[in-house]
């Protein structure tokens, strides 16, 4: 690793003013994902500045709102009372993250700014526009199991690694940031960027930006939700395809449903025609396939992860079918 | 004799293992020692033009950076040393991508991997072949490996007439089967440290073969052997990739040139260029079999990876084909194709490929004859070895079949594909035959010591792979000696110690086994001649044929009450009894077989598959340690897991560098893969053995399981696919 | 393809690459925090920065000046000789790494040495009291859970704490909860064996 500067402070606003006043600054918390990103040289700061003693880790319902800590590691999100019972696909999102070792020590904060897993992006020795801007995507034509079939651009086409954005996205969860101009809320829809042409450009995250929590409104819904990680162990490994719904029946028809999906596109995928398509009808193999045919609908895969549309298209199914109580 | 060969002991360096104590090679500490990293190609093929080490040299704490221009010239060591024809920062050649390039040398681990991303290397590239099926229009059948003294096996085989029965046949299969690129990832990476004190080095290294790395440190320096000592205590692991490769020698190397000891560890990404892998690989088979399934012909044809350096690497394509059952007519070839990428290397049980390819199409002939799997085998079951005509000393394959199907239940199979099923589940059994050759290595020596105390060293220059040879020499040697287990030390890991190969083929147990109990035999006559020939001795003067030694006891078997204490007699002996044999030339090949049952649940919607039930029932001959050899069981089945579900190194082939260089790209399987498992021996000592009836196993338990679990999910699906592992992607794509 | 004094890899030059791993930064005076440089080695180029840590390990505590870029795994082997914990994978991929800190599992690769100033850690050295060895360790020679011994300590601080953890209600679970440690000469089944009997003990 290149060497850098380590400070600490307990206050989110020191933390904030540290980070801004350096461009090659950054913060750390749980430390999983950063010091690999250095170790792959994607980073080099050159101040790490250490928000773990930031107070920032609280879990709580109020007023209806599940409210988050940035600082609050995975574990104890997963195992919170009020997020396995109001917000099940978050609880299940983390628990089929990592290991158990790294839920215990990356924060949520980090967890939605982990970067992409694309092996051309961890390689340095192999071009890639998100690292080294300009300088290809070698992905495009070469190696694309694990990349995107939705919303990738001729310069990127990289997958979000993380499951738990993936139920925040279906929650419709907003991410409140802390900047040297103060907080602002940035809905989790609008907080990942698409690659477009400039894939180094990740999140609306300004520098010295720090997550301080996550706001998920509670419902229905959110009470009655799953998340389905398909992979190829049973453990231990990022999505190959995932699904985050959340659904609410009114007899046999579908009054509320939200979807999101991983590993299929460069943020945690949604999808409107899909949903509407289910919205307000019954739940039938001919609407859930008709929602799987939107969910897909302008695919674009590459050589080796065609399997990917037909793969999100049964995932999805799947998870209707168990959700809506139709197994 | 005591009876402690057999026994389920716990392992003898369990308690050195569970508190952090064993020393692996990366925890050896050497004062002063620098810390290596290497700095590797980014091309695959082509020249360096400028190789810019001033930033790197400059950095804080870099002692030197080593390239080609500043290493010394060295020897490539003889090829049964040294796989690889080439040793890198020799010149500006590059021959694959993620060759070492220039090895950065700090003070500090942290500022040598700094310092390593600061050199600066300019290629003049050429343009690389890389894509396997591309190159099987050239592929092309190797002259036979030659090495002094021994007969070359041949590349291409024939028997009879393939060609004619093949026509006359009444079922003929022909199938495709491929498998691709993999990586062994030893949890333990390998890691070298040499100190030089004058003209002699010692060398930490985590080595499959102490005395193999000395030699090629010797021939690559120029040095005399006795001036290398290698040591390899514990070993992480190694599965084919710690045997001697370019980064041990170069480590020796660049202590010499800075006067420092140099401590090397690859990173997990190194590992994926520096040590080899599994070669990719393409098998056509074509069986003829009459209706009632007697095979009347085998064609078998397998095409695998080699370099653009090395011409003949092509590990044991052939055997298991040669080898497991009748067939009169027979044709083999062993074919290769040069890519620009690394060598290719063994890794546990190298038949495993040939032995996945025959073992599915046996079951897919199975199917076209509408036969029962395992009545398939039987039929084709032979007693004799078909490469020799001689009758295989001890086999009791027949006796797996029987007791592995009660076990496994088979007689409940409906045999028709997709017909068990719990909900959307289908449920899959499939079976195969395991076998693997073992030994065929060179002998090894053995040296006993017995102390004044009545306690026992027993010392040879192997290795622990983790395969439990600490513990059953100790039990050999114990049991040989009539010592209880406490009494016995069993030294290994060091060259200085009587010569041993490599920890590979499955050789230990008939090369060190052997060793041990010849070497212990003759120790054990001489202690009795010592206790006969001592007047003080209650056994004076009896004939030394009629007197056991057990549990630390001498006694005449005839009458067990006279006797005398083995401590006894060596403290009135007054000195250690020392004896000492010398290496065979060759440790003689077995074959061990069994046979092998998964049971699989397949998801056909999301194209899931989970193992959920293994169990296997094998002929090993004598077991030396049934809790040992049954981890080696549990060890080469879940490999058998990676090997068909999740394991698969990624090329791009643009630039001829493997992609997933890590551990959570490239899947090895973890806990939540694996069900329970079960393993059944027969237990019958092969007479032919010289380690106490046993034969070398470790190798065994893979092959078959591969086929197996494919076979299974065929039996779930009614699908086969041929192209491994089976992902998800295939499942869907092959889903009715 | 010739003649390039830089050579493409997907057509962009090594040198683009290069600049991306940065080069050893001029260092910043960073008044006010921890870091302070400490010289090390020769050479022309600055040290790196590196600061004072007190760790608590096993039940002792360690007062040292460490480089703020090394890792709470490098520093237990390298500066406190504590090579029970080893490096698989130093990318948090493998688990042999594994520690206590404050009595939780963590990837010791995963972490600075500074970031866990003032805590508690716990290696597979500190886990036996005397010549009595933990139930877990104990389990695990029983049940013959390990074959090269490597991945092993990693293994068992993880049983540990999946113990302590509650993650023991069946195989299925231990198998779940002990996945985060990757075994290659692949002893899973024996391993769910350990830590079920040494859960039960613990009962």
């Known amino acids: 690793m290149k060497p850098f500067d380590y400070t600490r402070t307990a206050r989110a606003s020191e933390a904030v003013r540290l980070v801004a006043a350096r461009p090659g600054a950054t913060f750390v918390a749980g430390g999983t994902e950063l010091l690999n990103l250095v170790r792959d040289r994607a980073l080099a700061p050159d101040l790490v500045v250490?928000?773990?003693?930031?107070?920032?880790?609280?879990?709580?319902?109020?007023?209806?709102?599940?409210?988050?800590?940035?600082?609050?590691?995975?574990?104890?999100?997963?195992?919170?009372?009020?997020?396995?019972?109001?917000?099940?696909?978050?609880?299940?999102?983390?628990?089929?993250?990592a290991s158990p070792q790294i839920r215990n020590r990356a924060s949520i904060g980090g967890n939605l700014m982990q970067r992409t897993r694309c092996w051309y992006y961890r390689d340095a020795g192999s071009p890639c526009n998100k690292r080294e801007p300009g300088s290809g995507c070698p992905a495009i034509t070469g190696q694309n199991r694990w990349h995107a079939i939705h919303g990738g651009s001729r310069h990127c086409i990289a997958v979000h690694p993380s499951d738990l954005a993936v139920a925040l996205s279906a929650l419709q969860a907003t991410v409140v940031v802390l900047g040297p101009r103060g907080e602002r809320s940035i809905p989790l829809k609008d907080f990942y960027l698409l690659p477009g042409t400039t894939p180094h450009k990740e999140t609306a995250l300004r520098h010295g930006e720090l997550i301080t929590g996550v706001t998920v409104p509670g419902s229905r819904s959110a009470r009655h939700s799953r998340y389905?990680?398909?992979?190829?162990?049973?453990?231990?490994?990022?999505?190959?395809?995932?699904?985050?719904?959340a659904l609410t029946m009114e007899g046999s028809e579908v009054s509320d449903v939200h979807l999101a999906f991983g590993g299929i596109a460069p943020r945690p995928w949604r999808s409107a025609e899909a949903e509407a398509a289910l919205r307000g009808r019954p739940l039938t193999d001919s609407t859930i396939a008709s929602a799987a045919q939107a969910l897909v609908s302008g695919a674009q895969p590459r050589e080796h992860n065609t399997f990917k549309v037909e793969l999100v298209r049964r995932a999805l199914a799947d998870i209707l079918t168990d959700l809506g109580g139709r197994r | 004799m005591s009876r402690i060969v057999g026994r389920p002991v716990p392992r003898v360096e369990g308690h050195a293992k569970v508190t952090g104590a064993a020393e692996f090679t990366a925890d050896v500490h050497v004062p002063g020692a620098l810390h290596g990293v290497m700095v590797l190609s980014t091309v695959a093929r082509g020249r360096i033009t400028r190789l810019e080490t001033r930033q790197a040299e400059r950095s804080a704490g870099v002692a030197a950076v080593m390239t080609h221009r500043n290493m010394p010239r060295l020897t490539v060591p003889e090829p049964h040393l040294l796989v690889k024809r080439f040793l890198p920062l020799q010149d500006t050649e590059i021959h694959h991508s993620g060759q070492p390039v220039a090895l950065v040398l700090a003070e500090t681990l942290e500022q040598a991997q700094h310092a390593a991303t600061l050199v600066r290397v300019s290629y003049d590239?050429?343009?690389?072949?890389?894509?396997?099926?591309?190159a099987m229009d050239d592929a092309w059948i190797p002259p036979p490996e030659e090495e002094p003294g021994e007969t070359p096996v041949p590349n291409e085989l024939t028997r009879g007439d393939p060609e004619g029965a093949l026509a006359r046949a009444d079922l003929r299969v022909d199938v495709t089967y491929t498998t691709p690129i993999h990586h062994h990832n030893p949890i333990e990476p390998s890691a070298t440290t040499a100190v030089w004190r004058g003209r002699k080095v010692t060398v930490y290294d985590a080595s499959q073969g102490v005395t193999a790395a000395q030699e090629s440190i010797a021939q690559a320096l120029d040095l005399p052997v006795g001036h290398v000592r290698v040591i390899s205590r514990y070993l992480g692991g190694g599965f084919g990739c710690k045997t001697p490769w370019p980064h041990t020698v170069l480590t020796a190397a660049a202590a010499r040139e800075v006067d420092r000891p140099v401590k090397l560890v690859l990173s997990r990404s190194d590992s994926y260029s520096l040590h080899g892998h599994r070669s990719q690989a393409h098998q056509r088979l074509r069986l003829g079999a009459r209706r009632d399934g007697t095979l009347t012909a085998i064609d078998h044809v397998t095409t695998q990876q080699v370099s653009r350096t090395e011409d003949?690497?092509?590990?044991?394509?052939?055997?298991?084909?040669?080898?497991?059952?009748?067939?009169?007519?027979?044709?083999?070839?062993?074919?290769?194709?040069r890519l620009d990428l690394p060598t290719p290397a063994w890794m546990r049980s190298p038949e495993v490929m040939p032995a996945h390819g025959l073992e599915c199409a046996?079951?897919?002939?199975?199917?076209?004859?509408?036969?029962?799997?395992?009545?398939?085998?039987?039929?084709?079951?032979?007693?004799?070895?078909p490469e020799t005509g001689e009758p295989f000393p001890s086999k009791h394959l027949k006796e797996c079949y029987r007791r592995g199907a009660t076990a496994f239940g088979w007689s409940e199979r409906n045999p028709r594909p997709g017909s068990m099923r719990d909900g959307r589940i289908r449920i899959g059994w499939g079976m195969a035959t395991a076998a693997h050759s073992a030994g065929g290595m060179p002998g090894a020596a053995a040296r006993v010591t017995l102390s004044t105390e009545g306690t026992a060293q027993v010392q040879v220059a192997t290795q622990d792979i983790g395969t439990g040879t600490y513990t059953v020499m100790s039990q050999m040697a114990a049991h040989v000696l009539g010592l209880p287990l406490d009494d016995v030390d069993f030294v290994l890991g060091d060259t200085n110690l009587p010569y041993a190969s490599l920890s590979a083929s499955s050789a230990t147990v008939p090369a060190v086994g052997s060793a041990v109990n010849r070497t212990c035999t003759k120790a054990r006559q001489k202690l009795i001649g010592l206790a006969v020939a001592d007047p003080r001795s209650p056994l004076h003067d009896l004939p030394a044929d009629g007197i056991t030694a057990e549990e630390g006891t001498l006694y005449q078997t005839s009458r067990p009450e006279r006797r005398d204490s083995i401590r006894a007699v060596l403290t009135r002996h007054g000195r250690p009894l020392d004896v000492a044999t010398e290496a065979p030339e060759e440790s003689g090949e077995q074959y061990s077989t069994g046979a092998v049952f998964a049971e699989v649940r397949v998801d056909p919607l999301l194209g899931q598959v989970r193992v959920t039930r293994m169990l296997g029932a094998f002929d090993p001959g004598r077991v030396l340690n049934r809790r040992t050899i049954r981890s080696q069981v549990i060890g080469g089945f879940i490999w058998a897991v990676g090997f068909t579900l999740t394991e698969h190194t990624l090329l791009d082939t643009r630039y001829g560098r493997f992609v997933n260089r890590n551990l959570s790209g490239y899947l090895i399987p973890v806990n939540a893969d694996i069900p329970d498992i079960q393993a059944l021996f027969i237990d019958q000592p092969d007479p032919t053995s010289q380690a106490l009836g046993a034969r070398g196993f470790g190798e065994t338990p893979m092959c078959g399981m591969t086929a197996a679990i494919a076979n299974a999910v065929h039996h779930a699906t009614g699908r086969r696919i041929r192209d491994l592992p089976l992902t998800q992607d295939k499942l869907i794509a092959s889903a009715s | 393809?010739?003649?390039?004094?830089?050579?493409?890899?997907?057509?962009?030059?090594r040198r683009a690459v290069l600049k991306t791993g940065g080069f050893a930064a001029t260092l910043v005076a960073t008044g006010g925090v921890l870091g302070t440089a400490v010289g090390e080695g020769a050479g022309a180029a600055p040290p790196a920065p590196a600061t004072e840590v007190t760790l608590d390990v096993n039940g002792r505590t360690h007062r040292l000046t460490v480089e703020t870029r090394v890792t709470l795994l490098e520093t237990v082997r390298e500066r406190l000789g504590l090579t029970g914990t080893k490096k698989g994978c130093d990318r948090g991929e493998c688990g042999a790494c594994t520690v206590l800190v404050d009595g939780r599992r963590v990837k010791s690769c995963l972490t600075l040495a500074v970031m866990e100033d003032g805590r508690e850690i716990t290696t597979v050295e500190g886990l036996a009291r005397g010549e009595e060895l933990h139930p877990v360790q104990e389990a695990f020679i029983r049940r013959d859970a390990f074959q090269c011994g490597f991945c092993t300590p990693g293994q068992i601080m993880s049983a540990v704490a999946c113990i302590d953890e509650g993650h023991t209600g069946s195989d299925d679970e231990i198998r779940e909860w002990m996945s985060g440690n990757l075994c290659r000469c692949s002893c899973y089944p024996n391993i769910v064996d350990a830590v079920r009997d040494a859960a039960r003990e613990r009962a």
């Open chain 1, 50 to 97: 250490d928000i773990n003693q930031v107070p920032l880790s609280g879990i709580e319902l109020r007023d209806g709102t599940l409210h988050v800590g940035a600082m609050a590691r995975m574990r104890e999100v997963a195992e919170h009372p009020v997020v396995r019972s109001g917000f099940p696909v978050m609880s299940e999102a983390l628990l089929a993250s």
């Open chain 2, 362 to 385: 046996l079951d897919e002939l199975a199917y076209a004859a509408d036969m029962d799997p395992i009545e398939l085998r039987l039929r084709n079951h032979t007693a004799t070895d």
């Open chain 3, 1 to 13: 393809m010739s003649d390039n004094d830089e050579a493409p890899i997907g057509g962009h030059s």
């Open chain 2, 125 to 134: 590239t050429q343009p690389v072949r890389t894509v396997f099926e591309d």
């Open chain 1, 228 to 245: 389905l990680k398909l992979r190829d162990r049973a453990a231990f490994e990022f999505a190959v395809v995932s699904v985050a719904a």
């Open chain 2, 312 to 337: 003949e690497f092509l590990p044991s394509a052939s055997v298991p084909t040669r080898r497991l059952y009748a067939c009169d007519n027979l044709s083999l070839a062993q074919r290769a194709v």
